[in-house]
């Protein structure tokens, strides 16, 4: 008995010293996680359920070079309910005026409002949404309402604010005001002026604590942020409203009379370089047209009959030829290793001048001279081309910007064909803003500037930063060789392949351009025009320069030529902008005499010398506008009825007065 007490004795001691054991463990363990670690799981603690949320800051506003919103940032509010946070009392007497108060401002009915908030109540939701998509001023009208304008912690409210981004012009230029997003995967891109200039658009993010509830759902710790966000700074683009519209909706027009695949337009000013109007419209599967693409930039493409200004500008500066050379057209075809080059006239133009060419838009006459010119080294011909900045990308800041294309004749791929190919249009990429950027070198007397998009960036009244005028060749070619190119240009208008485009109201000058694609389609070749119209205006003192592209026009009815598809296009922004501009007439002989008016003056001058004294004049037969001049020099107050000459008066001739008499004169 004695052996079975002492081993059940030994058991106990032994059970306490495991338990002491375990106690002197939980304690070290305590004393490790309240000293040791303590800051680490309070820090994990609080990450877990107390955290900062970003509040993105408002983006700047992209302004028009008039002034007008293109891009601008709203603040949009979602309101919750935390039905637990007030006391029952103060809920009970809230309740029914916060529902009262809720439906003249959301549209709903009361009882619809008390019964949901109640529910909210009883099922203790700690997130109820309230509303959504708010201004900010519902959301400060939301904040006074009864139960809610007693905060966070004692009404309940949860506020959550973001930003979205708006275009209050809608589509119009929307690819190139560009986005910002952020991808599936986290990152950001985007296009246009949005993301080409976000380091000065975006701000500063802010920061919000937040704290979490029930349901894996955070609601705001307190009212106030903790780190208030920072708007970004305003864009000012180069874009006129105005003239965007105008030119919108002119190849709008244009893309749906000849049912194209897509187009673009864009207007240069000329001296600057800055991008008053760019339209990219692109069909879509309703047969409607939008904004899809930025081919003005984007899309680098054979350009056609356009490129032929360069291989006039080159033979005039090379000397290889002039305006007046001679070529004979051979009928409208030339072979060059067995592959014809053809006029669009058929049987050719017979034997004319360089210039006459270039204004018919001869292929045969442009290749001709060319190729007689170059043939020998064509590497003079294509430096002439890389010299003016044609193989090169403009090194635009909105991204996506095609690569033009020249071959070179160091190339391995250059052929017997590549020089009178190039010599119209083909062979060679080249963007319309790259084309269009050429154009205005000439219009702009040889001084090629870049492209510009934005012309300064603002905080409110101050300039942050200006873009200047930035020169990329201060002189393409010689003065002499601009002269010639002009008349040429001009000449392509009033009598060459634009004709259909002249008008006596209002100069322009440019050049027409088709050019032929294939497209490997269904398993076979589709063919398929590219009709552009490239140019200035006015003729004798550009101000804007504008190209005008046009992708795949209906050819059911033969009628894919650039002077009919884009040219249109061309002359209604042109049309428009005279139309609407002010007039700067002259005015001529300011400073003839005019016999019966200076009689008039006359007898008017002898009238009022004789009145030294205080009478009434005789004013009959005098003109209103006379008479009431005599006599309010005179001090009195005049009436006139009716109009011309004065046939009554109502205080009679060699009466006195006094200042501020009144007399009514009535006229015949």
């Known amino acids: ?338 592959k014809k080059v053809r006029d669009s006239h058929d049987g050719g133009y017979g034997k004319i001048s360089l210039a006459r060419g270039f204004e018919l838009s001869s292929n045969t006459v442009l290749v001709q001279s060319v190729y007689n010119a170059y043939k020998d080294n064509p590497s003079q011909f294509v430096n002439h081309l890389n010299g003016y900045g044609l193989n090169k990308p403009l090194g635009l800041p909105i991204k996506g910007e095609g690569k033009p294309y020249i071959p070179q004749s160091s190339d391995k791929n250059w052929s017997n064909i590549s020089l009178p190919w190039m010599a119209f249009g083909y062979g060679v990429l080249i963007t319309p803003l790259q084309t269009l950027t050429y154009y205005n070198a000439v219009a702009n007397n040889g001084v090629m500037v870049k492209p510009q998009f934005v012309s300064e960036i603002k905080e409110w009244n101050k300039t942050i930063k200006k873009y200047d005028t930035e020169i990329i060749n201060p002189k393409v070619c010689s003065s002499e060789t601009i002269l010639k190119l002009k008349e040429v240009l001009k000449n392509v208008v009033k009598r060459g392949t634009g004709s259909k485009l002249y008008s006596k109201e209002f100069s322009m000058a440019g050049k027409t351009g088709t050019a032929q694609a294939n497209y490997a389609k269904n398993g076979g070749v589709e063919k398929h025009y590219i009709s552009s119209f490239v140019g200035y205006f006015p003729a004798d003192t550009p101000k804007y320069s504008c190209i005008v592209v046009v992708h795949e026009p209906n050819t059911s009815n033969n009628n894919y030529y650039g002077a009919d598809v884009a040219g249109p296009v061309f002359k209604r922004i042109a049309q428009k902008i005279f139309t609407d501009a002010p007039s700067t007439n002259e005015i001529k002989n300011l400073n003839k005499k005019n016999v019966k008016q200076d009689k008039d003056y006359t007898n008017y001058y002898a009238k009022i010398s004789k009145q030294k004294a205080k009478v009434i004049p005789n004013l009959k037969g005098m003109s209103g506008m006379d008479a009431l001049s005599l006599l309010g020099n005179l001090g009195l107050k005049v009436k006139i009825t009716g109009v011309g000459k004065v046939k009554t008066q109502s205080i009679q001739p060699g009466q006195n007065f006094n200042k501020n008499t009144f007399i009514t004169l009535e006229l015949s």
Request: contains cysteine; hydrophobic residues 35%; proline residues 3%.
């Open 1 to 338: 008995m004695a052996v079975d007490d002492k081993q059940i004795s030994y058991r106990i001691y032994l059970v306490a010293f495991v338990i002491f054991l375990m106690a002197v463990a939980i304690t070290i363990k305590l004393t490790n996680i309240q000293w040791v670690e303590g800051d680490y799981y309070r820090k994990l603690a609080k990450e877990r359920t107390v955290k900062n949320f970003i509040i993105p800051s408002n983006k700047g506003n992209i302004y028009s070079a008039d002034g007008s919103l293109l891009a601008t940032s709203i603040p949009n509010y979602i309101i919750r309910f935390d039905a637990v946070a007030p006391k029952e009392e103060v809920f009970t007497k809230n309740v029914q005026a916060l529902a009262d108060s809720l439906s003249v401002l959301l549209g709903k009915p009361s009882g619809k409002f008390e019964s949901e908030l109640r529910q909210a109540r009883a099922t203790e939701n700690r997130y109820f949404l309230v509303a959504r998509d708010l201004s900010f001023t519902q959301y400060m009208k939301i904040k006074s309402f009864p139960l809610f304008n007693l905060g966070a912690n004692k009404g309940g409210i949860i506020t959550e604010q973001k930003t979205i981004r708006e275009h209050p012009i809608g589509k119009i230029a929307e690819r190139t005001i560009g986005y910002e997003r952020v991808t599936p995967s986290g990152s950001k891109d985007g296009k246009g002026i949005e993301w080409a200039f976000r380091k000065y658009l975006n701000g500063k993010d802010g920061k919000i604590l937040k704290q979490k509830i029930a349901k894996g759902q955070w609601k705001p710790i307190r009212d106030v942020n903790e780190v208030d966000p920072q708007d970004g700074y305003d864009v000012i683009s180069t874009i006129d409203v105005y003239i965007q519209d105008i030119a919108h909706h002119a190849l709008l027009k244009q893309l749906e009379i000849f049912d194209a695949n897509h187009g673009c337009v864009v207007v240069m000013e000329t001296k600057t370089g800055y991008i008053k109007a760019i339209s990219n419209l692109g069909k879509d599967t309703d047969g409607s047209y939008f904004e899809t693409t930025n081919y003005a930039i984007a899309e680098a493409h054979e350009p056609g009959s356009t490129y032929k200004l360069a291989d006039l500008m080159t033979l005039l500066e090379d000397k290889k030829a002039d305006t007046s050379t001679v070529y004979d057209s051979k009928g409208g075809t030339i072979i060059y290793s067995g």
